[in-house]
């Protein structure tokens, strides 16, 4: 059973502390995602990570937080709450909406001298692909001139479902959607109102992970992400589609155990 950490942050939750991990790695989710997500990931890594998530506000216990809508606004609440975190090698894993805010956090902590020492970017065009690719990826698939986050319910809860994630059957109850549509649209409007910090490559390594169906992130846009560092890319396709952090789980782990192990910073 795992031992949660106390934070004392409510921008970050810790999972099953361990004492003589060799790495701490914060997760961020997904467009519409939470913290929870990442729970049972710490069953499934190696005694040398520490795992952490990212709450976002508008979910979980912070259902009555204001909401942020710009996702360098977003990086900087959290590395701020980052610090307690910092004795130890950190990692960053982003799915999604995730990779944007957990990119800008590494710009962020290379600035201030602690640059991470792996990026994980899950499912996510890199920040500077080009205008058309970018533009279809938020926008409404029925109607091009609409983005998600000013379509109409029923839109909003068909792309969720062509993406694959769970909260597209949370969306079939209409109550539900009182509760999940309101941060899902803040989710989206921050996705599309985003232009990355302009700034050299990142010091830190980046793997770019994607599915090989994903209709969003493809693999061709995600090897963009070489061009985000200075240091060691690589690019992995798994199975499946824009979720396949689901089917796929142990072997993404694997991989993130891998990579973390190899750097130099660790002992493997």
Not at 85 to 102: E, K, N, V, W
Not at 168 to 173: M, T
């Amino acid at each position: 059973m795992s031992t949660p950490i106390n934070t004392s942050s409510e921008w970050l939750r810790g999972y099953d502390e361990r004492l003589d991990a060799q790495v701490r790695m914060v997760c961020f989710p997904h467009a519409g995602g939470s913290a929870a997500f990442y729970r049972p990931w710490h069953q499934g890594l190696p005694p040398l990570v520490e795992l952490h998530a990212v709450q976002y506000p508008g979910r979980g216990e912070r259902r009555m937080a204001p909401l942020v809508d710009d996702v360098l606004t977003m990086a900087g609440h959290i590395v701020d709450h980052l610090a307690p975190l910092l004795d130890r090698p950190l990692a960053l894993f982003g799915h999604s909406m995730g990779a944007f805010i957990a990119y800008e956090v590494a710009r962020r902590l290379d600035e201030r001298g602690a640059p991470p020492v792996h990026l994980f970017a899950s499912g996510q065009i890199a920040p500077w692909t080009p205008g058309d690719a970018r533009s279809d990826t938020f926008q409404a698939h029925s109607r091009p001139d609409v983005g998600i986050a000013d379509a109409d319910d029923e839109e909003v809860v068909r792309h969720l479902a062509r993406l694959g994630g769970t909260e597209a059957e949370l969306l079939a109850d209409p109550g539900m959607r009182k509760i999940f549509l309101p941060y899902i649209r803040n989710d989206f409007r921050m996705l599309q109102s985003y232009r990355p910090t302009v700034g050299p490559p990142l010091t830190t390594p980046i793997t770019a992970l994607t599915g090989a169906d994903d209709p969003m992130a493809t693999p061709a846009l995600a090897a963009q992400w070489r061009n985000l560092t200075s240091s060691h890319f690589a690019l992995e396709v798994f199975p499946g589609g824009h979720f396949f952090l689901l089917p796929e789980q142990a072997a993404v782990l694997d991989l993130i155990a891998t990579r973390l192990a190899a750097c130099q910073e660790l002992t493997p």
